[in-house]
């Protein structure tokens, strides 16, 4: 079946303007994740959403981002008033409730912040 | 939070053996997740360990003890393709999220 889905896959965006980022998971996968990767670092846990439950904001960097799951399945990562900081691939992965231990990650967009 | 810690960088010949540690400090976790990400791509999982042992997937072998809070990832007769970087992961018991390593850059040498 199909893998989990991102777009765009690269995003050049000036200082200052909203970007949104879309998720497509995979069907049937209650928990859809969203981490940042910057060049050659690490992944950083930015926002977890599970079924109905209220979802978990706790690695979200500041108030500029925010994120909606809209009927459990397609997600959207929105960062307003873009800074250069904020430059870095964004990668969604989706899983089913029980196995977390077992992500399955999207391609990522690359967004840079000029 | 919970820190896990791997070597940064791994450097071997083709067919050679590569052991990836990964040890950590959290007050108790689910399981040892290990996933792989080739340059530019996506972080595909490899391999799950839930209880202590060694779990064996073809050419690749993880590693598990509570007891000295520590695991491994084992890459044997290493091929070009095998060229990528490792992350280990937890899910402590009290998180739905992983936690993952800064993760080991693998580079294969003819």
Same mark, same amino acid.
């Given at each position: 079946?199909?893998?989990?889905?991102?777009?765009?896959?690269? %995003?050049?965006?000036? %200082?200052? %303007?909203?970007?949104?980022?879309?998720?497509?998971?995979?069907?049937?996968?209650?928990?859809?994740?969203?981490?940042? @990767?910057?060049?050659? !670092?690490?992944?950083?846990?930015?926002?977890?959403? !599970?079924?109905?439950?209220?979802?978990? %904001?706790?690695?979200?960097?500041?108030?500029?981002?925010?994120?909606?799951?809209?009927?459990?399945?397609?997600?959207?990562?929105?960062?307003?008033?873009? @800074?250069?900081?904020?430059?870095?691939?964004?990668?969604?992965?989706?899983?089913?409730?029980?196995?977390?231990?077992? @992500?399955?990650?999207?391609?990522?967009?690359?967004?840079?912040?000029? | 939070?919970?820190?896990?810690?791997?070597?940064?960088?791994?450097?071997?010949?083709?067919? /050679?053996?590569?052991?990836?540690?990964?040890?950590?400090?959290?007050? &108790?976790?689910?399981?040892?997740?290990?996933?792989?990400?080739?340059?530019? &791509? /996506?972080?595909?999982?490899? #391999?799950?360990? /839930?209880?202590?042992?060694?779990?064996?997937?073809?050419?690749? *072998?993880?590693?598990? #003890?509570?007891?000295? *809070?520590? &695991?491994?990832?084992?890459?044997?007769?290493?091929?070009?393709?095998?060229?990528? #970087?490792?992350?280990? /992961?937890?899910?402590?018991?009290?998180?739905?999220?992983? #936690?993952? &390593?800064?993760?080991?850059?693998?580079?294969?040498?003819?």
């Amino acid at each position: 079946g199909a893998g989990v889905s991102q777009s765009p896959s690269n %995003k050049v965006t000036e %200082k200052g %303007k909203d970007v949104e980022l879309r998720c497509d998971p995979i069907s049937g996968h209650t928990a859809l994740y969203w981490y940042r @990767q910057s060049l050659g !670092q690490g992944l950083e846990f930015l926002i977890y959403f !599970q079924g109905n439950s209220a979802p978990d %904001k706790s690695g979200l960097p500041s108030d500029r981002f925010s994120a909606e799951r809209t009927g459990g399945s397609v997600s959207t990562l929105t960062i307003q008033r873009t @800074q250069q900081e904020d430059s870095a691939v964004y990668l969604c992965a989706s899983s089913l409730e029980d196995t977390s231990y077992e @992500q399955y990650f999207g391609p990522g967009t690359r967004l840079t912040v000029t | 939070g919970q820190s896990l810690e791997q070597p940064s960088e791994v450097t071997a010949v083709e067919g /050679a053996i590569v052991q990836i540690n990964c040890t950590y400090q959290t007050s &108790g976790f689910y399981g040892l997740s290990w996933y792989q990400q080739h340059d530019g &791509g /996506a972080p595909t999982f490899l #391999s799950y360990n /839930a209880l202590d042992g060694l779990e064996e997937t073809g050419r690749f *072998s993880s590693f598990l #003890s509570r007891s000295d *809070s520590y &695991g491994y990832l084992l890459l044997q007769e290493l091929q070009m393709k095998d060229s990528a #970087s490792y992350f280990c /992961a937890v899910r402590p018991y009290n998180d739905y999220k992983l #936690s993952f &390593g800064a993760g080991t850059t693998v580079t294969v040498r003819a």
